[in-house]
């Protein structure tokens, strides 16, 4: 009897035993390296932002943060592949917005917000603008709605991919100003950037490109921001150019798989808002034109939710597709 007692004792008090070892395991994280896919090729904006968070992170955490870039499919390539991981905490996604924002309401995606994926973090906004190539002697937007309305289809825009928010900013400018640019979708934005510079295409609208309007190779005309940049006080924003309720924010995050512990996202979110106050990881950020909004997990769902109304509403308003 007393044997049986103990038997019994034993397996009642296993699932607490369990719960504690879970919770202690839950509680060490990470205690090895921690992936980071990024959806898109290195060299781009997603890799210009990501690395340094991947730095920061794992210095942070004593793990390494490794970064996996997966370009394709405008970033669909690699935010599924995180949307079907494992929910363990060991694999994240950091990426702007449009895969999970835009893509979805232009073709069918295998992932979703808060089926498949959850919010984690939000690491960035991206401040710069359209940017063109200076021997066209461009020089303001309303000088660029003039040519391409003399020229139409003469211009080219480089994008990161179909269904990219790179790509909403120009089928936006062109819904709203009635003019035709060829759409030129790429990887990402680090090919595109190739392109431009050797004068395959004519504009953009990334923060890679900014090093090369510094160097006079490229014409900033506007910035696509509430506020100007500071770097180039004298460009005006999108709205102040003329062109106002057409911007298209292009703002990274990092996101987990649908059933990562809280714990963890709550651990990942306080550590990423403390790394984004320090003065060095503020100055990392300026200098590749980048602001980092403090959200928790909460804040930024309530944010994507907004985002991605809005981008609905945009291209059913504007007939925008991915033949853009």
Same mark, same amino acid.
């Given at each position: 009897?007393?044997?049986?007692?103990?038997?019994?004792?034993?397996?009642?008090?296993?699932?607490?035993?369990?719960?504690?070892?879970?919770?202690?395991?839950?509680? *060490?994280?990470? &205690? /090895?390296?921690?992936?980071?896919?990024?959806?898109?090729?290195?060299?781009?904006?997603?890799?210009?932002? %990501?690395?340094?968070?991947?730095?920061?992170?794992?210095?942070?955490?004593?793990?390494?943060?490794?970064?996996?870039?997966? %370009?394709?499919?405008?970033?669909?390539?690699?935010?599924?592949?995180?949307?079907? !991981?494992?929910?363990?905490?060991?694999?994240?996604?950091?990426?702007?917005?449009?895969?999970?924002?835009?893509?979805?309401?232009?073709?069918?995606?295998?992932?979703?917000?808060? /089926?498949?994926?959850?919010?984690?973090?939000?690491?960035?906004?991206?401040? +710069?603008?359209?940017?063109?190539?200076?021997?066209?002697?461009?020089?303001?937007?309303?000088?660029?709605?003039?040519?391409?309305?003399?020229?139409?289809?003469?211009?080219?825009?480089?994008?990161?991919?179909?269904? !990219? !928010?790179?790509?909403?900013?120009?089928?936006?400018?062109?819904?709203?100003?009635?003019?035709?640019?060829?759409?030129?979708?790429?990887?990402?934005?680090?090919?595109?950037? &190739?392109?431009?510079?050797?004068? &395959?295409?004519?504009?953009?609208?990334?923060?890679?490109?900014?090093?090369?309007?510094?160097?006079?190779?490229?014409?900033?005309?506007?910035?696509?921001?509430?506020?100007?940049?500071?770097?180039?006080?004298?460009?005006?924003?999108?709205?102040?150019?003329?062109?106002?309720?057409?911007?298209?924010?292009?703002?990274?995050?990092?996101?987990?798989?649908? %059933?990562?512990?809280?714990?963890?996202?709550? *651990?990942? &979110?306080? /550590? +990423?808002?403390?790394?984004?106050?320090?003065?060095?990881?503020?100055?990392?950020?300026? !200098?590749?034109?980048?602001?980092?909004?403090?959200?928790?997990?909460?804040?930024?769902?309530?944010?994507?939710? /907004?985002?991605? *109304?809005?981008?609905?509403?945009?291209?059913?308003?504007?007939?925008?597709?991915?033949?853009?």
């Amino acid at each position: 009897m007393i044997r049986r007692r103990s038997l019994v004792t034993s397996m009642l008090a296993a699932p607490a035993v369990l719960g504690a070892a879970s919770a202690r395991a839950q509680g *060490a994280w990470p &205690n /090895k390296p921690v992936k980071l896919i990024l959806p898109y090729a290195p060299g781009g904006a997603t890799d210009i932002i %990501g690395r340094p968070w991947a730095d920061k992170l794992g210095q942070a955490f004593g793990q390494p943060f490794v970064i996996d870039n997966r %370009g394709g499919a405008a970033g669909g390539i690699g935010t599924e592949a995180v949307a079907k !991981s494992a929910n363990d905490g060991y694999t994240f996604l950091l990426t702007p917005a449009g895969p999970l924002t835009v893509l979805p309401h232009l073709r069918k995606v295998a992932y979703g917000v808060p /089926k498949e994926l959850v919010t984690v973090a939000r690491v960035g906004d991206l401040v +710069c603008g359209f940017t063109i190539r200076p021997e066209l002697g461009i020089n303001t937007m309303a000088e660029l709605v003039a040519y391409a309305k003399k020229n139409p289809g003469k211009l080219a825009y480089g994008s990161a991919g179909a269904g !990219s !928010s790179t790509h909403m900013r120009i089928e936006a400018l062109k819904a709203a100003a009635g003019i035709d640019i060829l759409h030129v979708p790429y990887r990402g934005s680090a090919d595109a950037l &190739n392109d431009l510079l050797a004068g &395959n295409v004519h504009m953009m609208n990334e923060i890679n490109v900014i090093p090369h309007i510094k160097a006079g190779k490229l014409k900033l005309l506007s910035v696509s921001y509430p506020t100007r940049h500071p770097d180039f006080p004298d460009v005006p924003t999108l709205t102040e150019a003329g062109f106002p309720s057409i911007d298209v924010p292009i703002w990274y995050a990092i996101w987990a798989p649908a %059933g990562t512990p809280k714990d963890i996202i709550a *651990a990942f &979110n306080a /550590k +990423c808002r403390e790394i984004a106050a320090t003065p060095d990881m503020l100055q990392r950020m300026q !200098s590749i034109n980048v602001v980092v909004p403090p959200e928790t997990p909460e804040q930024m769902l309530a944010y994507f939710e /907004k985002d991605f *109304a809005a981008n609905g509403q945009l291209i059913r308003d504007k007939k925008i597709t991915l033949d853009g």
